[in-house]
């Protein structure tokens, strides 16, 4: 019988926290057929990568599978049901059979072991190899993933290199010690990308029958996305080898997965092939997800959010459409709040000798004007310098040359007692909130931090207001007021940086990379919020993604930056339907086309 690869039947998963059992998976079931890839789709929270932990048996404690079995068919093999298979019995499939990529890397690798060690590892524990077969073995892997080019164009490299008069055993040291030299590289020095190809290169490695892909792309460039996307489906049509591919963007979906299952709190509301979930969606949260991602053919000045659709009983509620938009004032008729003049930022590169000689040009040469109550986009690559912009824009990195004028003064000459006063005026809301709250302070104490420093004598029961006041404004309620960060969630605790930028009453907001990281439908919330707050309080933004669609529709104008310049400078629906240079059509042909 032509067995599916996969066959999961009522799978319950439960953790029980001070008592209380909470059902993270509830009565799921699915079946996945040789050489198709499933996408499962969700918000945070919803049970998509429990679902996944719970094929390998990897569900931690206090979590356990209450109920269900998990049935799984190599090829030319009869079914087993992994849940109920001897532990040591089921480590045979879990890395070999069944392979598993996680969603953070640089979480998943390593830091201390090259990554030609980690994928060897593998390859001796489920291939049974000697040391020389598994290094042979884990360059195939790198070169399928496109992390070491193939043979034939590293021999033409090597020509090129060495010259038209080497010969063919100096060209064949020169390819080896290529090869040799990515394995004995270490997860830190490879960018985010190429991380997660070690760790497609480490899935694939001992040719496995399923592969589940948690997360593979999120906070990633569109561009490496796109990539990323591409090698998955190139690996299963070549390999026949069947994909769960686990995200929160539909988006996504769209460019690999022919079915699709949609999760909500626990469950699966809706499951059918990729085009009928995308034209005729047909449960409320479904419709929320695809409607809350910014498009890029409208102009949009608000986002529907998965609630207000999920309003009413379950019935779809599709929220009012704003009225038709007047086109946005030309601010540039303005005197700027910031101007930036033949700015250069570098990083010092150091010789053999430990002695400085060059610098590295994270920000070369750049000049812009961001004018009162505009939002500027900033998009580009990761390494393309928009952080390190921003950073030297606040003060907080030194520039090496160029001059930045705010309110028409030069800050570059500033005094650090200037700049303690200038930071009232001027916020950053950065890309991690995990990170951003410390995480032995409650939230009220964050926001009023910022007023202790600068407005010492005022009394504690105005800051208290004060802070009471900005979280109701971002959505929260003042009896969070005495919580620690661990107890909100990642789009609660967006909220809560994003009302500490605002304790101090700044003009200019600088929002690095605030939504990159957060699920479509609270980085629906997040934007439409920062957009009331604007209105309201008179903002400047300088906002900064490299999710073109979201740049688009927070942006009056878009700034595209490639290896630290700006490829071009122009109001936010020209960049969209007339790009001007070859880098901004590449980024804008990234973006998935379900979108």
């Not at 008592?19 to 996408?39: C, M």
């Not at 704003?322 to 033949?342: C, I």
């Not at 304790?503 to 439409?528: G, T």
Request: proline fraction near 6%.
């Amino acid at each position: 019988m032509n067995h599916p690869v996969l066959d999961v039947r009522h799978l319950c998963v439960q953790f029980v926290t001070d008592g209380t059992i909470r059902p993270a998976v509830d009565d799921i079931s699915f079946t996945l057929a040789r050489g198709q890839t499933l996408g499962i789709v969700g918000e945070s929270g919803s049970g998509k990568s429990v679902t996944s932990l719970a094929i390998l048996g990897l569900v931690p404690r206090p979590g356990r599978v209450s109920q269900g079995d998990v049935w799984f068919c190599e090829a030319d093999g009869e079914p087993v049901n992994l849940l109920r298979l001897p532990e040591e019995e089921r480590r045979r499939y879990r890395g070999g059979a069944v392979a598993m990529i996680f969603q953070d890397p640089m979480s998943s690798l390593n830091p201390v072991y090259t990554i030609g060690f980690q994928i060897t590892e593998a390859i001796r524990l489920h291939q049974g190899v000697g040391d020389a077969e598994a290094r042979r073995r884990a360059i195939a892997s790198l070169q399928e993933v496109r992390l070491v080019a193939a043979d034939d164009d590293l021999m033409t490299q090597a020509a090129e290199q060495l010259g038209t008069e080497a010969g063919d055993r100096a060209c064949s040291q020169w390819v080896n010690q290529q090869k040799r030299a990515m394995l004995d590289r270490y997860p830190h020095e490879l960018s985010g990308g190429q991380q997660q190809r070690v760790m497609i290169a480490m899935a694939i490695a001992c040719n496995p029958t399923l592969l589940i892909a948690d997360e593979p792309t999120t906070a990633l460039d569109v561009t490496v996305q796109a990539s990323i996307l591409k090698l998955l489906a190139d690996l299963c049509r070549s390999r026949q080898m069947s994909l769960v591919f686990i995200t929160h963007d539909l988006g996504v979906i769209a460019e690999v997965a022919d079915q699709v299952a949609v999760m909500y709190q626990g469950k699966i509301v809706e499951r059918d092939r990729v085009g009928a979930i995308f034209q005729t969606p047909q449960h409320p949260y479904t419709q929320g997800l695809l409607a809350c991602r910014p498009r890029l053919d409208v102009i949009q000045t608000y986002l529907p959010t998965v609630a207000d659709f999920l309003a009413g009983n379950g019935q779809a509620a599709t929220p009012e459409p704003p009225a038709t938009p007047t086109p946005p004032a030309d601010r540039t008729l303005e005197k700027p709040l910031l101007q930036v003049k033949n700015l250069r930022v570098g990083f010092p590169i150091k010789n053999s000798l430990g002695l400085e000689k060059r610098h590295f040009l994270a920000v070369n040469d750049v000049s812009f004007e961001v004018y009162p109550g505009e939002t500027l986009g900033l998009v580009g690559e990761s390494g393309c310098g928009k952080s390190t912009l921003a950073y030297t824009l606040l003060r907080l990195m030194p520039e090496l040359a160029g001059e930045i004028y705010f309110e028409g003064e030069n800050i570059t000459q500033y005094t650090p007692r200037q700049l303690q006063k200038l930071r009232r005026k001027m916020q950053i809301v950065f890309q991690n909130p995990y990170n951003s709250l410390n995480p032995r302070m409650t939230v009220g104490n964050a926001i009023m931090e910022p007023l202790r420093v600068h407005n010492p004598n005022q009394p504690k029961a105005e800051q208290r207001d004060r802070a009471v006041d900005l979280l109701e404004r971002v959505g929260l309620d003042a009896t969070m007021m005495n919580r620690f960060p661990h107890a909100f969630s990642g789009g609660q605790r967006q909220r809560v940086c994003i009302a500490r930028a605002l304790a101090l009453n700044p003009r200019f907001i600088i929002c690095d990379e605030s939504v990159s990281a957060l699920d479509v439908s609270v980085q629906a919330q997040v934007l439409n919020l920062l957009k009331d707050l604007q209105k309201d309080f008179g903002l400047t933004y300088i906002f900064i993604s490299h999710d073109l669609s979201v740049v688009k529709f927070m942006s009056d104008r878009i700034m595209v930056m490639n290896k630290g310049k700006i490829e071009e400078i122009d109001r936010a629906e020209a960049i969209y339907s007339n790009p001007k240079t070859d880098y901004t059509r590449q980024l804008i042909a990234a973006i998935p086309a379900g979108l």
